[in-house]
């Protein structure tokens, strides 16, 4: 890359971009203004993760600031052109890794609804993966509560957060068997039925999660110097967030109640009795508040959802009936993990030639989808979470590409930023709450 300086009405105007910092200092360096650019990260602590920014100052006032991305790049879209619809999902559950049940979602949604099975999901998988969803919204609203307090100074915030967070990961890790990264949600509904006793797992965390939720309020909602250091700070009202596509708590925080998962419906959310959250302060402490009462309006949703399965939905698949499409078949949680169940591997391999060719076909070779493209977006805790989808008629995705919050929330960074102090830099990206292996994917 090289630095180029041009001539604008306000001056000299510099693009910086990766491998480029000696010919940007040198350049600046030629130049009659005093100021000073800094480069802060690519760090975990301060920039929310492997994030760096290019700060131009004047003094300790912030006049430009620019961010450098693709540290963490994995090239998992491109990857899944290579394998599978099924194998897909193993691949963009590792893309937001705060929320994978919500990558997985959004993929399979979009998936299902190529092959036209949109309405033939079972419902018991339908409400279990909202109670999944909801699981890990709790998660990560979490992280980014009890990481932004730390990186104020703040160390029991950041305690508090991933002890509420190990309560989630332990009942995942009973579900699923992993803490993350899952692949749980899979086309045609999830892998596995959840395993005797997970109700009351789920049961006992919403009889403790209330309580930690009024003790981490009782820390940093009317603490001083956290009001000082997030109220009016990183600034960003309605017509900033329309205008730079914000959507997820910042656009909450601006007044605007825009929630998918009530102005666009998904897995039966419109059956479900929550509300969605605002503030009009349009700061980093109206961010705070929205995100601490959408966990206490997940509560409500997962209760919900354990009324359900533990009543009507107590019974029934979790996966589609069509065994050209319900892959792997008859998954069952055994002594040595997650497996096929022994009635499955019996019957394929010693009663029917026809369902062993059928079971390797399947998971070889995979369906086929119709070809076509849709677009299917989730509600993550970040904010609109949606896939992109292209299927050529075989049986690998020809195309997917995701948008993703954090990258799209990113370019908000200058309009937060520059005007305020540097110290505020760390407020606000905290507040944007960016996950960088959603941004470089």
Same mark, same amino acid.
């Given at each position: ?48 993760? =492997?994030?760096?920014?290019? +700060? ?8 430009e600031a620019r961010t ?61 993966? =909202? ?58 509904? =999830? ?13 006992? +965390? ?26 009016? =700070? ?184 520059e005007g305020g102090m ?17 941004v470089d994917r």
């Amino acid at each position: 890359m090289t630095t180029h300086a041009t001539e604008a009405a306000e001056g000299k105007v510099y693009d910086v971009a990766g491998q480029d910092w000696d010919q940007l200092v040198d350049t600046v360096l030629e130049s009659d203004e005093e100021r000073l650019v800094i480069n802060m990260g690519p760090q975990h602590p301060s920039t929310h993760g =492997v994030l760096r920014l290019v +700060l131009t100052l004047d003094g300790e006032t912030v006049t430009e600031a620019r961010t450098v991305i693709g540290y963490l790049h994995t090239g998992i879209e491109k990857n899944i052109e290579f394998r599978t619809w099924t194998q897909g999902v193993t691949f963009v559950t590792r893309m937001d890794y705060l929320s994978p049940i919500f990558n997985e979602t959004a993929y399979c949604l979009a998936v299902e609804k190529l092959l036209g099975i949109t309405e033939r999901i079972p419902a018991r998988a339908e409400a279990i993966r =909202v109670m999944m969803m909801e699981l890990t919204r709790i998660s990560s609203h979490m992280v980014a509560i009890g990481t932004f307090g730390m990186e104020l100074g703040a160390t029991t915030p950041f305690l508090f957060g991933v002890r509420e967070r190990e309560m989630v990961l332990d009942v995942m890790e009973y579900i699923t068997g992993l803490r993350m990264n899952m692949a749980y949600v899979r086309p045609g509904g =999830v892998s596995v039925d959840l395993p005797a006793g997970a109700l009351d797992k789920v049961g006992e +965390l919403l009889k403790v999660m209330p309580q930690r939720l009024k003790d981490m309020r009782k820390l940093l909602d009317a603490n001083p110097v956290y009001l000082r250091r997030t109220k009016d =700070v990183a600034y960003l009202d309605l017509t900033g967030c329309m205008a730079l596509g914000i959507t997820g708590p910042i656009l909450r925080a601006a007044g605007l109640p825009w929630d998918l998962r009530k102005s666009q419906p998904y897995c039966g959310y419109e059956t479900y009795d929550f509300d969605v959250p605002i503030e009009q302060s349009c700061d980093v402490y109206g961010r705070y508040l929205v995100r601490v009462a959408e966990m206490e309006e997940s509560l409500k949703i997962i209760e919900q959802c354990l009324e359900r399965l533990a009543g009507p939905l107590k019974a029934g698949p979790v996966m589609i009936e069509d065994k050209k499409i319900g892959w792997p078949a008859q998954l069952a949680l055994g002594p040595d993990g997650l497996g096929n169940s022994p009635n499955h591997i019996a019957h394929i391999m010693s009663s029917s030639m026809e369902a062993l060719i059928h079971h390797f076909k399947l998971v070889t070779e995979g369906f086929r989808v119709p070809a076509g493209q849709v677009y299917s977006a989730v509600e993550s805790p970040r904010g609109e979470l949606g896939a992109h989808v292209v299927s050529d008629g075989g049986t690998r995705p020809y195309r997917v590409h995701f948008r993703d919050p954090s990258f799209t929330h990113l370019q908000a960074v200058p309009a937060m930023c520059e005007g305020g102090m540097i110290a505020d830099v760390i407020s606000a990206v905290a507040s944007i709450d960016p996950v960088m292996g959603g941004v470089d994917r």
